[in-house]
């Protein structure tokens, strides 16, 4: 079992960045893939960004691309997520999700745990 739970989520202005983190606890956190994965109301849940297990290869949706990075400190079994340049449609609930695998993993019906989520609002 792995358990993670997110943090970093809250209230900024168009423009402005946030760093989410997700800190797992459990199982060697080395062996798993992990990604962010957000869900705006009304809307189904989308993938942002997936990081491998050593952290040596990343994987954005296009509309992170540029804006947003992905990365993780293993000795701190805890994956991050730098936003820069919000804008209100990035408003949506941010979700960590891990895996057992060593390969970026981009599909959300393949990973097996989740976090509680944290909310993150972006103001125009």
């Known amino acids: 079992q792995v358990q993670l739970v997110e943090s970093g989520g809250g209230l900024v202005q168009a423009g402005g960045s946030l760093r989410l983190s997700c800190v797992a606890s459990?199982?060697?956190?080395?062996?798993?893939?992990t990604g962010w994965f957000r869900q705006a109301p009304g809307k189904g849940r989308e993938f942002v960004a997936a990081i491998n297990w050593r952290g040596g290869a990343t994987y954005y949706t296009d509309s992170a691309k540029g804006r947003f990075t992905i990365s993780r400190d293993n000795a701190k079994n805890t994956v991050y997520l730098q936003m820069n340049s919000l804008k209100p449609e990035d408003t949506a609930v941010y979700y960590c999700?891990?895996?057992?695998?060593?390969?970026?993993?981009?599909?959300?019906?393949?990973?097996?745990?989740w976090g509680q989520g944290t909310q993150v609002t972006v103001s125009s």
């Open positions: 459990g199982r060697t956190f080395i062996t798993y893939a």
């Open positions: 999700a891990a895996v057992l695998a060593v390969a970026v993993v981009t599909d959300p019906k393949q990973y097996n745990y």
